[in-house]
């Protein structure tokens, strides 16, 4: 099977403007996750989506938003961006038919600067 | 509240030698915890999960509750297993992640 896929990989932004970064999950994930990966942070929780229901969201504002299509695909919105958005930008898929499945396959993230 | 700590930034050993890395966590219901590994050039993915109590490639990690810790161990270091190993704890439908220990393991 493929593996989680994410476009784009990289990305150079400026203050005040939006971004969408997308992801394709494992053929038969339905379940989604975003992270947000900094050096001094490390990783950090967004959201999840399932069957294109936003089931958790971590302690982000409101800036940061997402999605999620009937084929599972999903993609986060970022508006207004800050330098401190700067980050590598992770997204995982996981299989669980129900419920969360914490066993979660990584793509190779969107590397996002904020100029 | 879910958190994990991982303490050391950095561990460097030489080949051979035992590495332990170390992972507390504090939640008040039943965790999942799981290790995950990111080599260099390569995505994040899934080492150890201790509901299946498994060894693979040589590395073990025992649920302590009474300690509320998750170390990673293995007897003998091998030089492929430099990399970034992170914690993570499973809870109330979110999955978090320790800040991440590097290892080194020198020739």
């Known amino acids: 099977k493929a593996g989680v896929t994410q476009t784009p990989r990289y990305l150079i932004k400026t203050r005040g403007q939006q971004v969408t970064l997308s992801c394709s999950p494992i053929?038969?994930?339905?379940?989604v996750s975003w992270y947000q990966q900094t050096p001094g942070q490390g990783l950090q929780f967004l959201f999840e989506y399932f069957s294109e229901t936003q089931r958790n969201k971590g302690n982000f504002p409101g800036r940061f938003s997402g999605r999620q299509f009937s084929n599972s695909r999903s993609e986060m919105n970022v508006s207004t961006l800050e330098l401190g958005d700067s980050a590598l930008y992770l997204c995982a898929s996981s299989s669980l038919i129900s419920g969360v499945s914490y066993e979660q396959y990584f793509g190779p993230g969107t590397r996002l600067t904020v100029t | 509240a879910q958190r994990v700590t991982q303490p050391e930034k950095l561990l460097s050993v030489f080949k051979g030698a035992p590495v332990e890395l170390k992972c507390n966590y504090s939640?008040?219901?039943?965790?999942?915890l799981f290790w995950y590994v990111q080599y260099s050039r390569q995505r994040l993915q899934l080492l150890l999960r201790?509901?299946s109590r498994e060894s693979i490639k040589g590395f073990t990690a025992d649920l302590n509750k009474g300690e509320t810790s998750f170390h990673l161990k293995k007897p003998f270091a091998q030089e492929e297993d430099s990399a970034m190993y992170y914690c993570?704890?499973?809870?109330?439908?979110?999955?978090?992640f320790g800040t991440g220990t590097r290892l080194q393991v020198f020739p």
């Open positions: 993570a704890l499973g809870g109330s439908d979110k999955l978090i």
């Open positions: 053929s038969g994930h339905r379940s």
């Open positions: 939640y008040s219901g039943s965790p999942e």
């Open positions: 201790h509901i």
